[in-house]
């Protein structure tokens, strides 16, 4: 059973810094690319990062470019988020997500973890 | 970016009526479409891929169909555990993008 946890969330001020975490188990994980998409409070999903498989290539939506970095360490099954700079907007649950083979859709989400930003 | 469209917002409906939600992209995305499911306090289920193949475990009162810019997600007799958001995603252009949601209620 593919299973996704994330953790690393909560309350930051305004030009803070989280690193989010999503541990990943039940697959080959270093084949697959893993996401992190988030969902402000009653609003829609967007889509923020991906890295690949190996780590060698990774993609950033135009909202979190600059301020966020992905990584993985693939000995660890475990997706990173090292979000800088956070701002109020930047409050939401936080999901990493599982794409499918080839195809950017998302099979499998972890529960979300909770980043609060405000003084 | 590509934007993803749907309509109703929300669509009220009844135990065992039918359900038809509209997606649409700004540009056309072939096939490359898949919808989720949220129930409150949970995280988003994939339900359909490829625009029309239900993914593992979906019951087949779910189904999806439409190409290039117009789709549509069908729940042909609505059970008490299908009301929830539902939301589509195209993954046809980069970077992916998801619609507004619609909301199944009763």
């Known amino acids: 059973e593919v299973q996704l946890l994330e953790s690393g969330g909560g309350l930051v001020q305004p030009g803070g810094s989280l690193r989010l975490s999503c541990a990943a188990s039940?697959?080959?994980?270093?084949?697959?690319?893993i996401s992190w998409v988030r969902q402000a409070p009653g609003k829609g999903l967007e889509w923020l990062s991906d890295?690949?498989?190996?780590?060698?290539?990774?993609d950033y939506a135009d909202a979190v470019k600059g301020r966020v970095t992905i990584s993985r360490d693939n000995s660890k099954n475990t997706v990173y988020l090292q979000m800088n700079s956070l701002r109020v907007e930047d409050t939401a649950l936080y999901y990493c997500a599982k794409e499918a083979w080839n195809y950017a859709y998302f099979e499998d989400w972890g529960q979300g973890v909770l980043v609060t930003v405000s003084s | 970016e590509m934007v993803m469209t749907q309509s109703p917002a929300t669509l009220s409906e009844s135990p065992g009526g039918r359900a038809t939600l509209s997606c649409r992209a700004s540009q056309s995305i072939n096939s490359h479409l898949a919808w989720y499911q949220q129930k409150p306090g949970q995280a988003p289920r994939l339900l359909i891929y490829g625009a029309s193949t239900r993914a593992t475990g979906v019951p087949v009162r779910f189904s999806g169909s439409g190409s290039g810019t117009e789709f549509t997600l069908t729940i042909s007799s609505l059970q008490s555990e299908d009301f929830a958001v539902y939301y589509c995603q195209q993954y046809n252009n980069w970077p992916r993008t998801f619609g507004q949601g619609t909301t199944v209620e009763i």
């Open positions: 039940g697959f080959t994980f270093s084949n697959y690319v």
């Open positions: 890295i690949s498989g190996s780590g060698g290539s990774t």
